[in-house]
């Protein structure tokens, strides 16, 4: 398969040859990479595909001579030509020393990298334009004042709107997308030769992606340099990669020009993977492909779960004139206070029983806000929510006490990353008895049992309950935080963005399993996320929250082939599709964020006075945040 890579009348940058890498695990080797063969051309792109697990990060910590102490490359060659010395031979980097001169002037120097979770990878202590302008004079001795300018100047470059101010924020003053324009100005201050990117928009939302996504091309026709890209988004590959290899369990399945990886796949693992991604041309009950099934029981759930009062036409949870606002903080000791940051703002929805409603919009419109004032995470500054639970009407936001306690049997939540919502320090048999013991459901023989069932109806092995968090992976762990919201039994689980960090496989894995148990088990979903693909798998119905306010809803099959309100229009063209046929108009993209309400029809805008606007109601179930003045035919033209 390796031996299909297209010849190119381009020079390769990068050529790695029978790449072997292995991990000394108790004084045994065991091999990670097994003989990988591809080639970076010049000024090109190209992209390396796989699941979690198959060797893909390894091999970039290979190039950039960064692998772990216990790896060690066992085997082949890692090729870089320098443009700057194309009269010279090319370097090997696997038979450089990793902590050798030669392997730290070029990386970061000729060779720049991305890193997949820019928070992590970024100082807290240090300011955004120290740690650029130290990449920068780690390579080049240039002095302070030409460094500063040098570095305001790429902060301008990759987006920043005042890179003066930038240069002394620190990175959690950043959002998601400004933090990854940061490591892209670091990457590039040196201007490389060779760009790695490794799960560059893994993180952002979709409008954030596509900027990020067309500031990459734009920068390496600028600099013109080479792109290795790493990622399980097929859809981000369609619109950026010239080539692609398909990497499981170490080894090259396919590879060779996007155009024939996406039109004449050949592979079977490469075909699995593309019916795995959800798409807007899916039909009605047609399921996702998962690479492997988990084998799931949910029986034993369903014969023991109590049976539901009818409740009639009334729905479960009713949310109206929800409000938060986040205080304001000075900003010192005599420091001016900030204004306050309205976060959710007069919030007005119903979820019918059995139903999932989908809750979408970038990142910071308050989506988790919502979410968090409805579970009684957080106080609300006004509004009510009310929770039918078939006999009588709850107000949440009044519960106190034993009340409230009882209560959050009736609603649970799958939260985002199942790392950290998970204790390090418990079994998972603790963990799931742990909401068991706090209700006093049932005797600790009862608890077991119980928590070996709800271990099967989420395809685990009961024999895994003596483990902890740390030795599964992220889609198992991702299981265990659904089992858990299952333990009692409840009516609504609100899932926020429960399947963002899995790759395709495992997503389509637990989307199904998530259908499957709203089938069997009756539940209702409040389903959370930015991905507009996932939520018209798994939605009934879906609502487009922007700046704390729904500004549009209806059903997923109206809203998604006739979306009414800019915003929403905005979201849609923003989302990366894997197909060739259907690529993203990056022009479109570029500016203002698509929740800039200049960016909006006039006829969806407040003006600066929120009370303007209206919900109207376009028929079929959608409604549109508008002035009310608009023409109802005209607004409903919007929609055409």
């Known amino acids: 398969m390796t031996e299909n890579i297209l010849q190119s009348a381009k020079p390769d940058i990068l050529r790695v ?6 991990f000394r695990l108790q004084d045994r080797p065991i091999e990670v990479v097994k003989g990988v063969s591809f080639r970076v051309p010049a000024g090109k792109t190209v992209a390396l595909v796989g699941e979690s697990g198959s060797g893909k990060t390894v091999i970039s910590q290979a190039i950039m001579g960064l692998l772990p102490k216990a790896g060690s490359v066992t085997g082949g060659q890692i090729l870089f030509s320098d443009p700057k010395k194309a009269s010279e031979p090319p370097v090997d980097i696997a038979l450089m020393p990793r902590d050798g001169s030669a392997i730290r002037h070029l990386r970061g120097g000729r060779i720049g990298m991305i890193f997949q979770e820019p928070m992590s990878s970024l100082s807290p202590v240090h300011t955004i334009g120290n740690q650029i302008e130290e990449a920068l004079r780690l390579h080049r001795p240039v002095p302070h004042g030409e460094a500063r300018n040098m570095t305001e100047h790429m902060l301008g470059l990759v987006g920043f709107k005042n890179p003066a101010r930038a240069y002394s924020m620190y990175s959690f003053e950043l959002s998601g997308g400004l933090r990854q324009r940061a490591m892209l100005a670091m990457a590039l201050i040196c201007r490389p030769a060779l760009l790695i990117a490794d799960e560059p928009t893994t993180a952002l939302d979709v409008t ?17 340099m080479a792109i290795l890209m790493i990622t399980h988004d097929l859809g981000v590959v369609a619109n950026m990669a010239d080539e692609v290899v398909v990497v499981y369990h170490g080894e090259v399945m396919e590879a060779g020009a996007a155009d024939d990886i996406f039109r004449r796949p050949g592979h079977p693992y490469l075909r ?11 039909k009605p009950n047609e399921r996702l492909v998962a690479l492997r099934d988990a084998q799931e029981d949910i029986s034993p759930l369903v014969s023991t779960r109590p049976p539901r009062p009818e409740s009639g036409n009334e729905p479960l949870l009713s949310v109206r004139n929800l409000r938060k606002v986040y205080g304001s903080r000075s900003s010192g000791l005599f420091g001016k206070a900030a204004e306050p940051v309205v976060a959710v703002d007069d919030v007005s929805f119903d979820i019918m029983r059995g139903e999932c409603l989908g809750l979408v919009g970038e990142s910071g419109c308050g989506k988790t806000s919502v979410s968090k004032l409805i579970m009684r995470a957080m106080k609300a500054d006004g509004g009510s929510v009310t929770f039918n639970d078939g006999t009588k009407a709850i107000d949440v936001l009044k519960l106190r006490g034993r009340a409230e306690r009882d209560f959050r049997q009736h609603v649970q939540m799958i939260f985002q990353d199942p790392v950290s919502s998970l204790s390090p320090r418990m079994t998972v048999l603790n963990i799931l008895c742990e909401p068991l013991e706090i209700h006093g459901m049932g005797n600790h023989d009862e608890q077991v049992r119980r928590v070996g069932d709800l ?3 989420v395809g685990l092995d009961r024999r895994f309950l003596n483990r902890y968090p740390h030795s599964f992976s992220g889609g198992q762990r991702q299981r265990i935080g659904i089992a858990r919201a299952l333990a009692l039994n409840p009516d609504l689980i609100i899932c926020d963005e429960p399947v963002s960090a899995l790759d395709v496989s495992v997503q389509a894995q637990v989307l199904n399993l998530l259908k499957d148990l709203q089938r069997e088990l009756g539940l209702t979903y409040l389903f959370i996320s930015h991905n507009l693909a996932v939520v018209d798998y798994v939605a009934d119905r879906i609502a487009v929250l922007a700046h704390g306010r729904i500004v549009e809803i209806a059903p997923r099959d109206v809203l998604f082939r006739q979306p009414a309100h800019s915003y929403t229009k905005a979201l849609l063209a923003a989302v990366p599709f894997p197909d060739l046929d259907r690529p993203l108009d990056f022009g479109s993209l570029k500016g203002k964020s698509a929740s800039d309400p200049a960016r909006w029809a006039p006829a969806f805008r407040d003006n600066g006075r929120p009370e303007t606007l209206k919900p109207i109601d376009l028929g079929n179930g959608h409604i549109v945040l508008a002035q009310p003045n608009v023409d109802f035919r005209e607004l409903a033209q919007c929609v055409a």
Do not use: C
């Open 17 to 22: 040859d029978n790449l072997k890498v292995a």
């Open 208 to 224: 954030i992606q596509a900027q990020v996504l067309n500031l990459m091309r734009e920068l390496q026709t600028e600099f013109g």
């Open 272 to 282: 699995a993977l593309l019916k795995a991604v959800p798409h807007f041309d899916m």
């Open 455 to 457: 271990m099967s109806a």
